[in-house]
């Protein structure tokens, strides 16, 4: 079994063989194009227990794990919701 969403970001926060900077994080945003965003990195400013927190221009913003769909590195997809699931499927 792979890992969860926020176990996977932990890593890549923590680990000093990762870069942060180059994660992306793509979530779903109800009312953005095609109902999705997506983050760098360095935008998030907080990996806590049920949702991480990022920072925009204007406010920073509480994004749950349940609204994750796809983490990349370096442009790289290393997890990815499948459709129905609860965020344990992976690339």
């Not at 945003?29 to 998030?44: E, F, H, Y």
């Not at 227990?49 to 769909?69: A, C, D, K, Q």
Request: glycine content about 8%; aromatic content about 10%; charged content about 30%.
């Amino acid at each position: 079994m792979g890992r969860k969403s926020r176990e996977l970001l932990l890593r890549f926060y923590h680990d000093r063989e990762f870069s942060f900077d180059e994660v992306t994080v793509c979530y779903v945003d109800r009312g953005a194009l095609d109902d999705t965003s997506c983050v760098s990195g360095r935008q998030i400013k907080t990996l806590g227990p049920g949702f991480m927190e990022i920072e925009s221009e204007v406010r920073t913003n509480s994004i749950p794990y349940h609204r994750l769909i796809r983490i990349l590195y370096r442009g790289i997809p290393v997890w990815e919701r499948q459709e129905g699931t609860t965020g344990q499927n992976r690339v």
